[in-house]
């Protein structure tokens, strides 16, 4: 098992999470968190958020539900979230599951 590793930058008006580990269950609160006070961080800076996910060695259904949620949150505050780095077997899970058109990457 991989722990869940968040590592954050602020770079030209965008602030940045790279996500390594594991996404699970067991994980999804340390990155609901997290994100969400970015989002609150950007909606005072008037910044964009990036998840970048290419480190991700695993991710479950619980993982792909804190994402949309972020996501729902983020576009409720009008607050421009992407994701970026998607891993081609996550890539093909949000295809599957129809969640590409839903999550913006």
Do not use: K, Y
């Not at 990155?31 to 958020?49: C, F, I, K, T, Y």
């Amino acid at each position: 098992m991989d722990p869940l590793h968040l590592t954050t930058s602020r770079h030209n008006g965008t602030l940045t999470v790279t996500v390594a580990g594991e996404l699970d269950i067991a994980t999804i609160e340390q990155l609901r968190s997290h994100l969400l006070q970015l989002l609150q961080e950007a909606r005072h800076g008037n910044v964009a958020v990036v998840v970048e996910v290419s480190g991700l060695s695993f991710i479950d259904a619980a993982g792909l539900g804190v994402l949309v949620s972020v996501q729902d949150h983020a576009a409720r505050g009008r607050i421009p979230l992407r994701i970026a780095g998607v891993p081609p077997a996550m890539l093909r899970l949000l295809r599957i599951t129809g969640l590409d058109a839903h999550l913006t990457t």
